[in-house]
């Protein structure tokens, strides 16, 4: 019983967090959605969309609303991998080499346009993402917790750009995007930008320790070995479809199971239902495939093939 109380008071937090966020961001809430339960997860994620719809907002509002520390970096061809891991320097006064800690060492990450940086830094950062620490000159610097990169990227606009390979875009547990508002929403944003800044009005209702404490208590959600074989199976059905060129890994899984458990943690149970790996399965098996030519040419997208597959696998009764 007490083990609920706990998961009921962390889904208040939760709430809380994205009421704060929501000041921001506009009609938005299963993206919002999308981000915490990342978050929670010990992930990263990448959002892909056109410019001006809110990425980099949403998780600058995500930061301000758990308290975490936020560093941004706008990708391009010039920024080094040490701009990123950080370098060692002589001291002015002693002479001594000492670390001067790169864009890393941060609670949030934004990774603006990554596609638009170079595949050597691109390799240093999903480096960082990996092992959340840095090696400089043989010294290891870990990273502060929580950590997470939110990176985005335009998927218009190729020329000059660096396109994410599918070994690295792996690394990233969820990709998503956010869409247009409707014109009613986006009446809604400009007349909230008008003369002030919504940002401003965005407070912390929770710090680094509750979010690790939070994480923590993700990884002791309840998960049924019915549960778990749906999971598997989900991701199996990517392997055996003739539309796929390219199936998810057994990394999918695993990524299937966290973003699950923290969803049950946002509901405020203990436990995993088929429905939460159901609803994660898009924003995490998506960007982890490569569509057969035949899909390609029947215009199907890895969102509309994800669907059926979905459909067609059984979901069990768990008691």
Known sequence: MEKLQNVEQEQEVCKKIIAEMKKVIVGKDEQL?????CLLSRGHILIEDVPGVGKTTAASAMGRATGLEVKRVQFTPDVMATDISGFTAPDAKTGEFVYKPGVCMTNILIADEINRTSPKTQSALLEVMEERQVTVDGVTYGLPEPFMVVATQNPLGYVGTYPLPEAQLDRFLMKMSMGYPSAEEEMRIIGERHGENPMDSVEAVSNP??????????????????????IVDLVCATRSSALVSLAASPRASLALLRASCAAALLDGRTYVIPRDAA?????????????????????????????TLKDAVKTPIVK
Request: glycine fraction near 0%; charged fraction near 25%.
């Open 33 to 37: 959605r999308l981000l915490l339960i």
């Open 209 to 230: 320790d509750e979010i690790v404490a939070m994480q923590q208590v993700v990884e002791q959600i309840h998960v049924d070995p019915a549960v778990l074989n749906y």
């Open 279 to 307: 609803e994660m399965y898009e924003a995490i098996v998506s960007h982890r495939i490569t569509l057969a030519p035949e899909a390609k040419i029947e215009r199907m997208t890895a969102a509309q093939l994800l669907e």
